[in-house]
């Protein structure tokens, strides 16, 4: 039901910006997030932001780096990815979460798409 898209390959201290599209009428009650898993690691949260968009959460290797936002007219949330390191190199899940505040586990979850690849080259 999440469609995850934008993911690349891009060199390192490039930007790539990620969207994730939620079809239903209930987006803009539902938290979102996204997480991201790197190959023989665990999946993990990058980024959170509430129902409305006014508080967001980073984890801490990309603050200053990475922006999450939402568009609840168009049923989308965004993670906007700059100065990219080869470290940010991962598969990229979008997800919800059927509150309105924020997650910060993965079991905090209820909903996720399927994925996008984000390779960072050095």
């Known amino acids: 039901q999440l469609q995850a898209s934008g993911g690349g390959l891009v060199q390192t201290g490039g930007s790539l910006r990620l969207s994730c599209a939620a079809p239903?009428?209930?987006?803009?009650?539902?938290?979102m997030g996204w997480f991201r898993q790197a190959p023989g690691k665990e999946r993990q949260i990058v980024a959170a932001i509430n129902w409305s968009g006014r508080t967001a959460y980073y984890t801490d290797s990309v603050k200053g780096r990475f922006t999450i936002s939402r568009d609840n007219a168009k049923n989308t949330v965004y993670l906007q990815m700059n100065s990219l390191k080869p470290e940010d190199t991962a598969v990229y899940y979008c997800a919800s979460r059927r509150t309105p505040s924020l997650g910060y586990g993965l079991n905090q979850y209820d909903y996720w798409g399927q994925g996008t690849q984000v390779t960072v080259s050095s």
């Open positions: 239903g009428r209930t987006f803009s009650e539902y938290a």
